[in-house]
């Protein structure tokens, strides 16, 4: 085994797996490092490749596994879904050799792994690469017509009115096909869907890709841990918006339900294989951030009864109830005669086991296999009484949309005023930075940060006013820049931009670099001589400008639009709320143009009279008609 520490960054990442473009291999990527996951593991070059397909003898594998682990060598693959079936009579004799065109279970033998330890990991300042245009995805579709999945969950509902089953994982294949580079997009789609659980593997024939958040076991000495996972909520889109949805999914009494079925359902298959009065459950209804949702998970522990094997842990938990339903026997019986086509991979586990029986297996969720052009990725969703055919259809589709998401890496950006010696507002600044970076899960030190400012301040003149810039990377790291400010004509001459912005858009409430729409409508109306453009939502209420908030000054008060209309919560804005000089409204185009006085204002600058001016149809971007100022 050789541990190594990297300075990492996309293009080492793209470095360490370009083996497995062409050779059998696998790479177990914690891309979402957290207190229990803080390695990830390179497997190149296989000394042998251990396959299981239908018919062979099951003990005669394990007891090959076995025999290699006892030798001091690593195992380290993939069970695919149906392999479940090989425990129980009733299931497998569904099996049907002619619809498996893949193994069962794919394990490598290696003599080790080359191991990135996360917690000694530095990151790169320049950790991203650029992939556009390196692959493409066409022809998608789903495996079933809404039609058909409808018929299909009225099936479901029917069982579930009989008694036969509480809850059915019902899934679908999503299809396409792809062309391009596959370590790209490997490399594109870990940006989009960082997980603790990732993998990128290479079994001969196939690529197989999991981005999975959710545990299956993980074993040390014998010790033995499950995290089902079940119950979802999506993000809020700033802080508080966060912590109000993950306090609702923790009390949510469905969720709950759900969770604990399952609880109650591992509870009962561990029992088979854990020291009696072992079985504890160490937490329950336990709410794990995600970049795109929030997810409900549960751990139990056991201690694993002596000489316990490696057959007898997956006869025992596999496949996991979180990915079947309860009761998982009639439930899995009831899901082969409804889905289209075997999971495969999909809803399997995949994992390693070390010569010492550590182990850690994933459940192979959000997991794509690409062949010969050919990806598919297994989509789906737990189906109950009172689900909605149509919605759950759509959730599915939604779950692919991974897949085609070009998603680019952004700085959280901070603009502060320097003068006189004083960063002013600074504690401000750093509480809405804190919070952006606790909503990114960006890892930053303030402390350091404050050293830091104080340090530069230091190149600066006490008779000048400068804009400090702050850039943090999703590594945070920090880099500042400083610009002497110059004068400005006023009142500011603003237009209102055609472009209507989304509330939904997370992005509209943190200071970012991902800010394209605000970059293009800046650049075109100070081409048009005018200094900032003003936006509207989609319900036509007024937001902000690319640089600034807005108020509005009405008997002597002055008014800015409400937070929820889709805007960054400003530090001067901030700061005249706390302070009761503005309150928050809801502001249409109308009280724009009523209003006594209009000012723009951000932290920088501080308050400057705006005049709008709105645009009549026109040729020559030259005619006007004037609003007040």
């Not at 439930?331 to 182990?359: A, C, D, H, N, W």
């Amino acid at each position: 085994m050789k541990e190594v520490v990297l300075s990492l960054s996309e293009k080492k990442i793209l470095n360490l797996i370009s083996p497995l473009k062409d050779s059998p291999g696998v790479f177990l990527d914690t891309n979402y490092p957290d207190k229990e996951n803080l390695k990830s593991y390179l497997f190149i070059r296989p000394v042998k490749i251990l396959l299981y397909r239908l018919g062979q003898d099951l003990e005669s594998f394990f007891k090959e596994v076995e025999s290699f682990l006892n030798k001091g060598f690593w195992a380290c693959g993939y069970f695919s879904y149906e392999f479940g079936y090989l425990f129980e009579l009733n299931l497998e004799r569904l099996l049907n050799s002619s619809q498996l065109k893949f193994p069962l279970a794919w394990l490598g033998v290696f003599k080790g792994p080359l191991i990135i330890e996360h917690k000694k990991v530095r990151p790169s300042s320049n950790f991203y690469l650029t992939l556009d245009n390196s692959f493409k995805l066409t022809k998608a579709n789903l495996n079933m017509t809404l039609s058909e999945y409808t018929q299909a969950v009225k099936r479901i509902k029917n069982y579930l009115k009989k008694g036969d089953t509480y809850q059915v994982n019902f899934t679908l294949k999503y299809k396409a096909k792809f062309s391009g580079d596959i370590l790209k997009f490997y490399l594109q789609l870990r940006r989009n869907q960082p997980t603790p659980y990732s993998c990128f593997i290479n079994d001969g024939k196939n690529y197989i890709f999991s981005f999975s958040p959710e545990l299956f076991f993980r074993i040390n000495r014998n010790n033995i841990l499950v995290k089902p996972m079940k119950g979802t909520h999506k993000r809020g889109r700033f802080l508080e918006e966060d912590d109000f949805y993950a306090r609702f999914l923790r009390n949510d009494p469905k969720n709950r339900a759900e969770n604990l079925m399952i609880v109650d359902l591992l509870r009962n298959d561990l029992g088979k294989i854990a020291k009696p009065g072992s079985v504890k459950v160490e937490s329950l209804f336990a709410v794990e951030k995600y970049p795109t949702l929030f997810q409900m998970t549960s751990t139990i522990k056991a201690k694993l009864k002596r000489n316990t094997s490696l057959k007898d842990i997956f006869k025992a938990l596999y496949p996991s109830g979180s990915v079947t339903g309860a009761p998982k026997i009639r439930t899995m019986q009831i899901i082969k005669s409804l889905e289209k086509e075997p999971r495969y991979i999909y809803t399997g586990s995949i994992g390693f086991i070390s010569p010492e029986r550590v182990s850690c297996f994933n459940v192979a969720i959000r997991t794509l296999v690409i062949r010969r052009g050919s990806l598919e990725l297994g989509v789906g969703g737990g189906i109950v009484y009172d689900s909605q055919p149509q919605r759950e259809y759509q959730e599915c589709l939604l779950k692919a949309s991974f897949l085609e998401k070009r998603e680019q890496p952004f700085f959280l950006i901070e603009s502060l005023l320097y003068q006189q010696g004083k960063f002013w507002l600074l504690n401000y600044h750093l509480r809405r930075l804190k919070k952006s970076c606790q909503y990114f899960n960006i890892s930053l030190n303030l402390k350091e940060l404050r050293e830091k400012l104080n340090s530069f301040s230091k190149r600066l003149s006490f008779h000048q006013k400068y804009k400090i810039r702050l850039l943090v990377d999703k590594q945070g790291k920090v880099k500042i820049s400083s610009a002497v400010i110059r004068k400005i004509k006023e009142p500011l001459l603003v237009k209102i931009s055609s472009e209507k912005t989304d509330p939904q858009n997370p992005f509209l409430y943190h200071k970012t670099t991902c800010r394209q729409l605000y970059e293009q409508e800046k650049k075109k109306a100070r081409l048009s001589g005018f200094f900032e453009v003003i936006f509207t939502n989609k319900k036509g209420q007024i937001t902000e400008g690319t640089i600034s908030n807005i108020f509005l000054l009405n008997r002597n008060k002055f008014y800015t639009p409400s937070l929820n209309c889709g805007l960054l919560g400003g530090v001067l804005r901030e700061h005249l709320l706390k302070t009761k000089k503005a309150q928050e409204k809801n502001i249409y185009l109308d009280d724009l143009l009523k209003a006594k006085r209009v000012f723009l204002g951000n932290s920088v600058r501080g308050l400057i009279p705006a005049r709008i001016i709105l645009e009549k149809n026109r040729q020559d971007g030259r005619i006007y008609e004037e609003g007040k100022s």
